[in-house]
């Protein structure tokens, strides 16, 4: 058994959780899961990013103290993460005292690769990020993401000299020590570090006050990214308490959209700090709605409430984890929603429990000796490569072979016969590959599988209500 430890991007609260938010989450739980099934020990990190020039305006907006704000959208994420059936171990917010207290013992570790200079440039407040001119002349000084100019930015502030790590990144990018997941984004990751100038990592006071204090001098707070990306950190008793368990982590999994700061600054920042890097870099896509990047300026922001009340927490899993692809940008549509749930959950997996569950009940067939699960090569190989959307797909294909072998070996012509021996063998090997199947979707689906388990328990007992009723 080992210990493993897995994080999640956190979000800022500068407004209600979406559906992209989910994704971090519905891949992270499935590792969590997965890594519980082969006999590992987990730690889940989650939490809430707080700090920033984007969360103060948005306070301030809205004409409420930063610090009711905070907490307010802080708690509409964790409820959020619970409601998607996902249980972390740890939650830190970065307002915190103790993670400012943990995150102020970073910055002093690395004071020795931080020096003040004169930034003199843009910044995206949108994306929290100071941006090169070439970006600014690229994008004709507004933000594609955001839609917003950029603002030029005049302020003595401190550098972190990314420069003094940037050959041991790269080497461990390359050797796979830290593997950056999909392989498409390694060679995007190298291409920006060998881009990469010194990052500037604090704000003037004067500019902004909504930070933490950068230790022995009070005219400048850190940068909201040094901050944030100490969570995975401080969450665990960094630096005061031994973390040679849990860290490296097994898995740290972020949007492609901020894959640059996990990749440059945080490998820099652990170098730094003399932690080896996380193994596995892991980014997923986004998910577009209608085709499009969602905003809210557009008006195409789907509520991730709605959908878990349309369809419950098995069909949100289901859709966001099957049919968003793990690493490219795909899809959300309620036509195409509606019908993974009822053509694939409802047919293919509830049809098929209680097919099997009818026929074994009727004619009084138990299982007898407990069922042991076998975990397939082909499915070990895509979760160890964290290709969850393809591992759904291979046990899915597994269901829709069952449901094909129900119909070619007609076990109730074999009732019909009279014969008991051979329908019991039957009914044994079709309920045995169901119950290994829904072993194999249980990191997925732990509600839905849970309860096919629960109907194959002694009394098989169909479900008097399907388990996807269709809707
Ligand atoms: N606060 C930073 C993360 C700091 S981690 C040390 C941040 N916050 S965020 O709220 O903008 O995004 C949080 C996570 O949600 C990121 O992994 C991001 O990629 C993900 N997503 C936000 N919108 C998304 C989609 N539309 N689709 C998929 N993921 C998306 O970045």
Request: hydrophobic letters at 35%; proline letters at 5%; glycine letters at 6%.
């Amino acid at each position: 058994m080992s210990k493993v430890y897995i994080t999640t991007a956190i979000p800022y609260v500068n407004g209600q959780p979406h559906i992209g938010h989910a994704m971090d989450y519905c891949l992270a739980d499935v590792c969590v899961r997965y890594n519980r099934l082969i006999g590992n020990e987990v730690r889940l990190q989650a939490g809430t990013d707080e700090h920033g020039g984007k969360i103060f305006k948005k306070a301030e907006e809205l004409g409420k103290p930063v610090e009711q704000y905070v907490s307010e959208n802080a708690k509409k994420f964790q409820d959020f993460i619970h409601s998607l059936g996902v249980e972390y171990t740890d939650f830190v917010r970065t307002t915190d005292a103790e993670h400012q207290k943990r995150c102020q013992e970073i910055w002093k570790r690395l004071e020795s690769h931080i020096y003040k200079a004169k930034y003199e440039g843009w910044y995206c407040t949108g994306c929290e990020r100071f941006v090169t001119d070439k970006e600014v002349e690229e994008n004709h000084g507004v933000c594609p993401d955001h839609q917003k100019p950029y603002e030029q930015l005049s302020e003595e502030n401190y550098y972190f000299r990314i420069s003094d790590f940037k050959e041991q990144i790269v080497r461990s990018i390359e050797l796979g020590e830290m593997l950056v997941l999909p392989d498409f984004r390694k060679k995007e990751v190298l291409k920006l570090l060998d881009e990469s100038p010194d990052v500037s990592v604090s704000r003037s006071v004067e500019q902004l006050t909504w930070g933490v204090p950068v230790p022995g001098d009070e005219s400048q707070v850190m940068y909201v990214w040094i901050d944030a990306l100490s969570n995975y950190l401080t969450v665990l008793g960094y630096p005061e308490t031994s973390i040679d368990d849990w860290w490296p982590a097994q898995a740290q999994f972020v949007g492609k959209d901020i894959l640059r700061f996990h990749a440059i600054i945080w490998p820099a920042m652990l170098i730094g700090l003399g932690l080896p890097l996380p193994r596995h870099l892991v980014s997923h896509g986004m998910v577009l709605a209608n085709g499009q990047k969602m905003s809210k300026s557009i008006g195409n922001v789907v509520d991730p409430m709605e959908v878990l009340n349309r369809h419950g927490i098995d069909g949100f899993r289901y859709y966001f984890l099957r049919h968003i692809d793990t690493f490219a940008d795909s899809d959300f549509t309620w036509e195409k929603f509606d019908e993974a749930y009822n053509n694939e959950l409802a047919n293919d997996l509830g049809n098929l429990v209680q097919r099997l569950a009818t026929l074994a009940s009727k004619n009084n067939f138990e299982l007898g000796e407990a069922f042991e699960p076998v975990i397939p090569q082909e499915y070990k190989e895509l979760m160890d490569s964290f290709e969850y959307s393809k591992a759904m797909d291979y046990v899915w294909e597994k269901l829709q072979g069952l449901n094909r072998k129900i119909d070619e070996e007609k076990p109730w012509s074999l009732a019909k016969d009279g014969k008991k021996e051979e329908l019991d063998k039957c009914l044994k090997s079709l309920i045995c590959e169901l119950l290994n199947a829904n072993y194999l979707l249980s990191p997925f689906l732990p509600n839905a599988t849970e309860k096919v388990s629960a109907v194959f328990a002694n009394p098989i007992t169909p479900p008097e209500i399907p388990l996807f009723p269709k809707q």
